[in-house]
């Protein structure tokens, strides 16, 4: 009888070489060059500000649209399983699906009427 861990064991320790091996073969080959500009954290080329531009603020807008995004992931996490078992639900669950989808909808159309979405 062997022990049923085992192969996870091997393949732990396989992973493991690997990244250590990895890691080393990097340092080894890899340039030791460094000046003050390799040092210095990457900016895309831009020359870094002491402030950021606006006060380093992200409009409303932003968090809008990122919310509404989360919402609706939540929203079709809820329509997968309603649709799975729409048959057993009757009339019950379209009800409630649509009591559902409707308060989802209310917000979603005042973001949108209230220019949360527009991107000018």
């Known amino acids: 009888m062997t022990n ?4 996870i064991l091997v393949l732990l320790a396989i992973a493991a070489g690997f990244a250590v091996f990895s890691i080393s073969a990097s340092w080894l080959a890899g340039p030791k060059r ?3 500009a390799k040092l210095e954290a990457y900016e895309c080329g831009i020359q870094p500000t002491p402030q950021a531009e606006g006060g380093g603020r992200f409009p409303v807008k932003y968090y809008l649209v990122a919310m509404s995004f989360i919402i609706f992931d939540i929203e079709v996490v809820f329509l997968y399983p309603w649709a799975v078992s729409f048959a057993q639900l009757a009339m019950f669950g379209l009800i409630a699906m649509l009591v559902f989808l409707f308060l989802i909808t ?3 159309v005042y973001e949108w009427r209230r220019g949360g979405l527009d991107w000018e």
Request: proline share 30%.
């Open 34 to 36: 460094y000046n003050r």
């Open 4 to 7: 049923p861990y085992i192969p």
């Open 106 to 108: 209310v917000p979603f």
